[in-house]
């Protein structure tokens, strides 16, 4: 059985949206800031994607900016915000220590170009509480930035209560929404949202696009100098062909989004509760308040890295940590930040199933995940220790 269940990390690409972009490509190809009509074709399917990404969201088309991702729209969001922060003499700013690192090292630049940054806290169960958020603000804090769901584990933030609190404190409030867009119902006005960045290949779209939402008001810095293209907040000819897949994947995943989560949240939970009859095992993050689709874990006594290549040899793909840390030897700051102990958050395990995933998958990977444990901590070092009484268990 092949399965692929790391779509957190991307997903596979909709056959409408291929569809979309094999006929761009085709038939569209021209500059969109041609003045002719091959160009104004272009131009013209540009703005309808301009209006379905904002359609998504609540918003108008005018406040959607294209990205060649979220990591683009992450850090254009932040940039901005600060640089209008500066000149009003506000050089603070609050987020989470388990922002994605587009966000985090963002951070950690403008903390280097003389802002102060504060970390909000997330507790054990993966979610920030309103009430720290309100105390965090200072009369000089220039912007929020709360991400919508966490990409390891999952937790859906408070994202509504945490907008109004920002809306009556007069801050700029942004969130990286790009596990969520696609995925959970989202409304700019009803969130109190003022920044959003959102990226297309966590729904089924292309890889290398995605877009920034800025509320009517909030001004954007242009990271590239270049042409007046995107309204001078972006330069650069766009991906038209990017952009046209990114929005035929994003109508296909409004149009579904309620019937696929009612599908996947029991396939979740039955994931959950197999895995969890693993001795010294623990889920991360809440329960309930948790993407539809992910899974994330932490075994006693093994190695996440170990775990992985022993999955993929039974054809599951997944992934322990996030993508972008995987492969480095530090244990996943998003782990570490929920409190979980070095040796512990080393073995994770992240599976993120896909809309078409089965009942069938679910048995096969529990299954599979139960015998490869057993088989690691058969010869872990660690767990000889422990279980001969050397040592403190931690789950
Ligand atoms: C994937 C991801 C990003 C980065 O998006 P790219 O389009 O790959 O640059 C940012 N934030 C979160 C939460 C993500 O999951």
New binding site residues.
């Given amino acids: 059985m092949n399965i692929y269940a790391d779509n ?1 990390a991307t997903t596979r690409m909709s056959p409408a949206a291929i569809e979309a972009m094999t006929v761009c490509m085709k038939e569209q190809y021209g500059n969109p800031s041609s003045l002719y009509s091959l160009g104004q074709r272009a131009r013209e399917t540009l703005e309808l994607a301009r209006e379905d990404a904002a359609r998504v969201i609540g918003a108008s088309p005018k406040e959607i900016t294209f990205t060649s ?4 729209a ?1 850090n254009q969001a932040l940039r901005s915000a600060a640089a209008a922060g500066k000149k009003a003499g506000k050089t603070h700013i609050v987020s989470t220590a388990f922002e ?1 690192h ?1 966000v985090l090292h963002t951070l950690d630049a403008l903390g280097r170009e003389g802002f102060s940054v504060t970390l909000l806290d997330v507790h054990a169960d993966g979610l920030v509480r309103p009430e720290e958020l309100r105390a965090a603000i200072r009369e000089d804090t220039c912007l929020v930035s709360v ?1 919508y769901a966490n ?1 390891e584990i999952g937790t859906v933030q408070p994202i509504r209560e945490l907008g109004a609190i920002c809306r009556e404190k007069g801050v700029p409030f942004h969130t ?1 929404a ?2 969520a867009v696609g995925h959970l119902p989202i409304d700019v006005d009803a969130d109190n949202i003022d920044l959003l ?1 959102a ?1 297309a ?2 729904f089924h779209g292309p890889k290398g696009v ?1 877009f920034l939402y800025a509320r009517r008001g909030q001004r954007l810095t242009s990271l590239i100098e270049g042409g007046a293209q995107e309204r001078g907040k972006r330069a650069g000819t766009e991906n038209v062909p990017g952009i046209v897949g990114m929005a035929a994947a994003l109508r296909e995943a409004a149009g579904g989004m309620a019937e696929a989560s009612a599908r996947l949240v029991p396939l979740r939970d039955r994931l959950i509760a197999g895995l969890g009859e693993i001795p010294h095992s623990a889920l991360n993050g809440d329960a309930e308040k948790r993407l539809p689709g992910n899974v994330n874990f932490c075994f006693e006594g093994i190695e996440g890295e170990s775990l992985l290549l022993l999955l993929d040899d039974r054809g599951i793909c997944a992934s322990s940590g996030s993508a972008c840390t995987s492969g480095a030897l530090d244990p996943s700051h998003v782990l570490l930040a929920i409190g979980r102990k070095h040796d512990v958050a080393h073995g994770s395990l992240r599976l993120t199933l896909g809309e078409d995933a089965t009942e069938e998958e679910i048995d096969y990977i529990v299954r599979n995940v139960k015998e490869v444990v057993e088989h690691l901590r058969g010869f872990s070092p660690v767990w000889r220790d422990l279980m001969n009484g050397k040592g403190q268990f931690i789950l």
């Fill in positions: 957190a991702g979220g990591s683009e992450d994605h587009a991400m990409n990286d790009v596990q960045s990226s290949h966590k995605g």
